[in-house]
């Protein structure tokens, strides 16, 4: 097949607009069926070929109810990207989800595992972790909230986070069971725009990526709320019998989420 100027030209057009818009299905469709009109036949072959590899790499899953997500070793390219309901503009929030660890990172207790990291162009917005022997959050590259809580283990942990920006009050909660109370960052505002990943920490946006701060073990029942839960809701949720309102920021059972390098989705009959 000879590869003429207009060839060129339609992957070019389509090649700038994905690029420029960072495009998902919806909206490979919307440019594809929108944009090939304005094309001579020629460029229009070419832009319509490159649609359907974009449409196919862009692809993305929707829900992981009774799914586990698995990262079986230390790596710097292998996390989930979870795609939420509603843009993370949040002045308070709830964050659950289930946890264990492999061995080795059990016998290094104060080795930097993330467990949860949101990140904008240009800052760490939320990052949660286990280091230096503790578990901690950080909000805007601001220094950390470190708790001294029971660490994680090669049983499944269930692990909560509050906060809300008019008090400043933080807590965890481990097992239905919540420390004790911190102030941090009152009159914080968390910022949307930015990507929620489990298994790495990016330093820049979706990339710079540390194997050593990379998650090993399991996550399930990634779960937040645009406020913060009562006690009795977290234990409810802790118990898996819930009754309190439906999570409508990251909901496990409904949103989508893309999978990158050897992390893998790990059916119910392994849980």
């Known amino acids: 097949m000879m590869v003429t100027s207009d060839w060129i030209d339609g992957f070019s057009y ?11 299905q919806s909206q490979t469709k919307t440019l594809c069926s929108s944009s090939l009109y304005t094309l001579t036949t020629s460029k229009m072959k070419a832009a319509l070929l490159l649609c359907v590899l ?3 790499n862009s692809a993305v899953n929707g ?3 009774g799914n586990t997500v698995f990262f079986p070793q230390a790596s710097a390219n292998s996390y989930v990207k979870l795609i939420p309901l509603k843009p ?43 280091e230096k022997g503790k578990i901690s ?11 001294s809580i029971p660490l994680l283990s090669v ?8 906060w809300e920006s ?3 009050l933080a807590a965890f909660w481990v097992d239905g069971k919540r420390s004790t109370l911190q102030v941090y960052r009152q009159g914080h505002r968390v910022q949307s725009g930015g990507a929620v990943l489990l298994g790495q920490d990016p ?23 645009d406020s913060v839960l009562t006690g009795s809701q977290i234990r409810h949720f802790n118990e898996k019998e819930w009754v309190g309102p439906t999570a409508n920021v990251l909901n496990w059972s409904t949103m989508q989420y893309e999978v990158k390098g050897n992390a893998i989705v790990a059916p119910e009959k392994y849980i």
């Open 54 to 56: 974009l449409y196919l």
């Open 137 to 147: 959050f950080y909000l805007s590259n601001s220094d950390g909230a470190l708790y």
């Open 203 to 225: 330093d820049s946006y979706l990339g710079d990526f540390d194997i050593n701060q990379s998650f090993v073990g399991e996550i399930t029942d990634v779960n937040m709320w």
């Open 166 to 168: 008019s008090t400043g």
């Open 88 to 130: 993370l503009s949040l002045d308070a929030f709830t964050l659950c989800m289930r946890l264990s660890v492999d061995p080795d990172v059990v016998n290094q207790p104060k080795r930097e595992t993330i467990l949860f990291a949101y990140r904008t162009q240009n800052f760490d917005e939320l990052n949660v972790w286990q």
């Open 63 to 65: 829900g992981l109810i």
């Open 14 to 24: 389509v090649w700038r607009h994905f690029e420029a818009s960072r495009l998902r």
């Open 155 to 162: 049983f499944r942990t269930n692990l909560c986070l509050t």
